[in-house]
């Protein structure tokens, strides 16, 4: 089993950063795909951004291109979401999720096995 703890949310402005984190623990993650989610108020979870097992590979979603990049240090085993140019309808829940498929890249929650509790990212405008 592998466990997730996402960090790193709070409040921030419009225009600012946030960096996410997610730590995994039972197993080491260094072969795992891995990806962040989002779920807004009254909305379905959202696709964010996907990693391949090696970092050597990323998807991104087109609301978050260019402003959000998704890292990985399996050396450390945590999985990174940092956030530049935050605009207000980035505020959601975000979790952090993992399967054991090496090449994964997928946008659909159900190709992930694992995830996280969510940390709560606000951004005010």
């Known amino acids: 089993q592998v466990q997730l703890v996402e960090s790193g949310g709070g409040l921030v402005q419009a225009g600012g950063s946030l960096r996410l984190s997610c730590a995994a623990s039972?197993?080491?993650?260094?072969?795992?795909?891995m990806a962040w989610f989002r779920q807004a108020p009254g909305k379905e979870r959202e696709f964010v951004a996907a990693?391949?097992?090696?970092?050597?590979?990323?998807y991104y979603a087109d609301s978050v291109k260019g402003r959000f990049t998704i890292s990985r240090d399996n050396g450390k085993n945590t999985e990174y979401l940092q956030m530049n140019s935050l605009k207000a309808e980035d505020t959601a829940v975000y979790y952090c999720?993992?399967?054991?498929?090496?090449?994964?890249?997928?946008?659909?929650?159900?190709?992930?096995?694992?995830w996280g509790q969510g940390t709560q990212v606000t951004v005010s405008s």
């Open positions: 999720a993992a399967d054991n498929r090496q090449l994964i890249l997928s946008a659909s929650p159900t190709a992930y096995t694992y």
């Open positions: 039972g197993r080491t993650i260094s072969s795992y795909g």
């Open positions: 990693i391949t097992w090696s970092g050597g590979n990323t």
